[in-house]
Nanobody, 121 residues
Framework: QVQLVESGGGLVQPGGSLRLSCAAS????????MGWYRQAPGKQRELVAR???????NYADAVAGRFTISRDNAKNTVYLQMNSLKPEDTGVYYC???????????????WGQGTQVTVSS
């Protein structure tokens, strides 16, 4: 129903920057919320940031001030600009969207495959 294509992950040194992108494609749905989760080695998956259709944003305390989430509604794309990266930012980053099927009153959550971000010297 919805396909999420992620890009931008990779290896970066501490203090560096990366920008993640996630494009949603499909039909017969409206996107309500777009966001990013991450899962570090040995840790639970956690919310990183999310943005609503009206550009209201939320950030995890650990990334506030360093990461910026944004979306292009015309392209159904969400971005995560990550600056001042730290080794503890290392993990698999998952794009997620909350959609409302056009024929339904219940929202659904969809997930991307994840992209690896490694912050290391």
């Amino acid at each position: 129903q919805v396909q999420l294509v992620e890009s931008g992950g990779g290896l970066v040194q501490p203090g560096g920057s990366l920008r993640l992108s996630c494009a949603a494609s499909g039909s017969a749905f409206n996107i309500l919320i777009m966001g990013w989760y991450r899962q570090a080695p040995g840790k639970q998956r956690e919310l990183v940031a999310r943005v609503t259709k009206s550009d209201s944003t939320n950030y995890a305390d650990a990334v506030a001030g360093r990461f910026t989430i944004s979306r292009d509604n015309a392209k159904n794309t969400v971005y995560l600009q990550m600056n001042s990266l730290k080794p503890e930012d290392t993990g698999v980053y998952y794009c997620t969207v909350k959609i409302l099927p056009q024929s339904s009153s219940r929202s659904e959550d969809c997930w991307g495959q994840g992209t690896q971000v490694t912050v290391s010297s």
